[in-house]
Every structure is written in structure tokens, then in C-alpha cells.
């Protein structure tokens, strides 16, 4: 019989739930490759995962991961099996989605949970394993595509009206939350990569505008409801700085980033910060320790 716990016995799962944010074209990919593989140069206590092929990301967009490899390997020093890291390329499914002349095309969905189980099944085996999403937002609007169809056009091609309505809306919350929940596992890190975007608030300010606050890039009201379903959201900074080369101490063409996992942002139904203030600082520059510290696991792999 299971011993039911209590607070002070409660132990969380050692696998993270995390979305990372930043504005679109902010090495956001590439960030968070080198990190979960420990090669960027300031990293000193190896990946999270233990190995490159226990990497495994699925792409909407092959340009966010071209030049990666060239990147890590010429530039941090990265060893040459990081070629083994795992992607799954759907820009062609994303493509065909956002061509298709009928609502409700089941096809992108269908192909996206193929090649989420196609991943799922590589975590069974031994190791510390990651599921990388890049980037949310394009699957998002995929999804929404899909379940939309296309727009309705009125003579001078000029859209007549939205082909969404409040069932299409309803239905696009249902289907993301269950594709967040089939993904979010207890036997892997998965990570979300989403683009940081602005929505006008209903609030006002002084002058009576309304407000401007960040938000993650998504349409309608799972932008409130995604990042509510996660342990943390982090966003990923970049300084206008380079790293310093530890002989030569001249710049290097490799600038300084790090992680903010206590952003202020307004999401609509949650706000930032869970389960971080007294572990972590809000200038986080490797993503290994921080989830060290957060007691989740790390394989440690050493790629430099």
C-alpha cells in the first residue's frame, strides 16, 4: 500500500516542465541547444543530458536550427558529436497545414503526435533524456490553421471575415492543452521554446491607453492557459557583451547569455516565479546548474 504523503515528505518529479521565451530571431535555438548540451565556453559542469543523441527536438522551422552545429563546434569549442543530437523536421507539415482548403484537416496533428511518440519511444532507453519543442508558437499556429481552414475572401481578395469562431476558439484551447499534456512527461525534460510577443491589457494607464504587457506569442486565450501548465517560465537574455576568451582574454564572437526564471510578465491566469526564489537568482548563466539547483536531474554530459 502506498504510503500517502504529506508536506513535509512530498518529493516533486526530477523532470523539468519549462517554456522559455524570448523575442523572435534572439538565438533563442541556439541558446538553449548549447546549454542542454553544456559547450557554451561558460559552462563548466557538462549538459543536461548525458549524451547528444538524448537531445531530441522537434522543428517547425529548419532556419532556427541551420548554422547551430557550425556555431557550437567552431565558436564554443563543442565536440563533434553533437552532430548525433535527434531532430524531427515538420516544416513541410506545417507548410501543407497552412495550405489546406478544408476546417478541422486532422493531417498536421496526426503527423505531430507520429513524431512526438517517434521521440517518447527513444526516452525509454537509459540515459537523461530531453524533448525540445522549437518553437511552440509555430506548432501553435498550425494547429490553429487546421482547425480554422482558410480565411474567407471577398472580391479585391481582402478577408470578408475570421474563419474562427467561438466553437474553433473552445476546440484550438482543447486541443493544445491535451498536446501539452501528452507531451509533459515524468521520464524526460521537455522544453518549450516560444517567441515573446505584446497584447493590449483591458487595463488602462494614466492617459487612458490601454496597457502593453508581454505575453508568449500564441492566439486567443491559450496564451493565459500554456504557461499555467508548466513548472516555470523562464525568459532567455541576451548581452550586447562577448565572452571573454580565458587566455587571450580578447572578445569572443559568442555573446553572453543566460536565463531569467523570474520575469515579469502577465500571462492573464498566472504569474511567474513558482518554486524559484530562494534557489535561483534572476541572471542565471547555465542552464545545468540552474536545474541542479532546482534538484532536477542533469546527465552532465561533457561535449568540449
Known amino acids: 500500500m502506498k504510503q500517502e504523503q504529506t508536506l513535509g515528505t512530498y518529493e516533486s518529479s526530477t523532470y523539468g516542465k519549462e517554456l522559455f521565451v524570448a523575442p523572435a530571431k534572439g538565438t533563442k535555438t541556439t541558446t538553449l541547444i548549447g546549454n542542454i548540451l553544456g559547450v557554451m565556453p561558460w559552462q563548466e559542469n557538462g549538459g543536461i543530458v548525458d549524451k547528444p543523441e538524448n537531445l531530441h527536438i522537434i522543428s517547425f522551422d529548419a532556419s532556427a536550427i541551420g548554422g547551430v552545429y557550425e556555431f557550437l563546434t567552431e565558436y564554443c569549442g563543442a565536440h563533434k558529436d553533437i552532430a548525433k543530437v535527434h531532430i524531427e523536421n515538420l516544416q513541410e507539415a506545417a507548410k501543407k497545414a497552412f495550405a489546406s482548403r478544408t476546417d478541422y484537416d486532422p493531417q498536421f496533428l496526426a503527423t505531430l503526435y507520429d513524431t512526438i511518440h517517434k521521440c517518447q519511444d527513444r526516452t525509454t532507453k537509459s540515459g537523461t533524456h530531453v524533448i525540445m519543442f522549437s518553437s511552440l508558437t509555430m506548432a501553435a499556429k498550425a494547429i490553429l490553421r487546421s482547425i480554422s481552414g482558410p480565411a474567407f475572401l471577398a472580391q479585391g481578395s481582402q478577408m470578408k471575415k475570421s474563419p474562427m469562431d467561438f466553437n474553433k476558439w473552445n476546440f484550438l484551447k482543447q486541443v493544445l492543452s491535451e498536446l501539452q499534456w501528452s507531451v509533459q512527461q515524468d521520464n524526460y525534460h521537455t522544453i518549450w521554446e516560444g517567441h515573446l510577443g505584446e497584447k493590449l491589457s483591458k487595463e488602462t494607464d494614466g492617459t487612458g491607453q490601454p496597457k502593453v504587457f508581454d505575453t508568449v506569442q500564441i492566439d486567443g486565450n491559450t496564451a493565459k492557459t500554456l504557461p499555467a501548465q508548466v513548472e516555470r517560465v523562464w525568459e532567455i537574455k541576451r548581452s550586447p557583451m562577448k565572452w571573454p576568451d580565458p587566455k587571450t582574454k ?16 502577465d500571462f492573464g491566469e498566472v504569474q511567474t516565479g513558482r518554486s524559484v526564489t530562494t534557489r535561483l537568482s534572476n541572471d542565471e548563466p547555465c542552464l545545468t546548474n540552474a536545474f541542479h539547483n532546482l534538484g ?9
Open 250 to 265: 580578447k572578445p569572443t564572437k559568442v555573446a553572453l547569455t543566460s536565463f531569467n526564471p523570474n520575469p515579469i510578465f
Open 296 to 304: 532536477l536531474k542533469i546527465g552532465q554530459w561533457e561535449g568540449k
